[in-house]
């Protein structure tokens, strides 16, 4: 099989193909067509969860990376024993559904517009509370550390530890050990009401812009590597990014975050009305 070619960085929802694989799939059926707009759950850094819909009419239960060998052997999710993107691999969108489709059949494909349009603004939001965040955060750096477009400390990148997407919103966790002290990040005299505050007065400015957003898509194959763009009034900005968003800052509606401090782990969740 060749690699699955992609259409949802481009905001497709539906589409026909023709199915090129199957493979068991944890006791269900895993079905690879040549062209998908289903975004599968990313295996290395699973944020955004996978695209709900139908393939051939019939539920997609679940939508996994899988990785083909040259030897032709399937290897699906945390089961996949190389590198994302590694040359000599075909990389694929697996639609798990419950029952099996004929191998050469034509069918159709329909995400959820509704589940797609919620976690998509889940994401664009995510990227923006941490942008914000790091703005909130620069003066508590006591050494020269790596900046984010928007030239300020990246803290986001530098503690970051695991970000969930949901339909509307996001929980990013970021440790604030050792590792991170030695960078030169000082979380002395922090005061989470006052930093949730400045985020959110910013992410209430940056939504009220209307701000563009798009992806820059460099291929079409699952793997590419896609970028967010953001053109905020302070000037634009980008984040590797391979899931979906909103096209434009003021579709959020009102985004708010909350912040928690435990065991030396600063949590983060935002949301977002999409008004």
Not at 34 to 53: I, K, M, N, V
Request: charged letters at 20%; glycine letters at 12%.
């Amino acid at each position: 099989m060749n690699s699955t070619v992609v259409t949802f960085p481009d905001g497709h929802v539906s589409g026909r193909s023709e199915i090129v694989g199957a493979v068991p799939a944890g006791g269900r059926h895993g079905l690879v067509v040549a062209e998908t707009p289903f975004h599968p759950l990313d295996h290395t850094w699973p944020d955004q969860p996978a695209d709900r819909g139908t393939i051939g009419g019939l539920p997609v239960a679940d939508c996994v990376t899988g990785a083909q060998s040259g030897t032709g052997e399937i290897f699906l999710g945390p089961d996949i024993p190389v590198r994302r993107g590694t040359e000599g691999w075909a990389w694929l969108v697996v639609h798990v559904a419950e029952t099996p489709l004929p191998v050469g059949s034509e069918v159709a494909l329909e995400v959820d517009p509704g589940h797609r349009a919620a976690l998509s603004a889940g994401h664009t939001a995510c990227h923006l509370a941490a942008l914000a965040l790091n703005a909130a955060l620069a003066g508590h750096w006591r050494k020269p550390a790596a900046l984010d477009g928007l030239g300020h400390p990246d803290f986001d990148q530098s503690a970051i530890t695991s970000s969930r997407i949901s339909p509307f919103g996001s929980e990013d966790v970021y440790r604030l050990g050792k590792s991170l002290r030695k960078k030169g990040f000082s979380a002395e005299g922090l005061d989470l009401s006052q930093v949730a505050s400045e985020v959110n007065d910013r992410l209430k400015a940056w939504v009220a812009a209307d701000a563009a957003v798009w992806l820059d898509v460099p291929g079409p194959g699952l793997t590419a590597r896609r970028t967010w763009h953001c053109a905020l009034p302070e000037g634009e900005t980008s984040i590797p990014c391979g899931g979906t968003h909103v096209r434009g800052t003021a579709e959020l509606g009102v985004v708010t975050v909350e912040l928690a401090l435990e065991d030396a782990a600063l949590t983060m969740r935002t949301t977002s009305s999409c008004l």
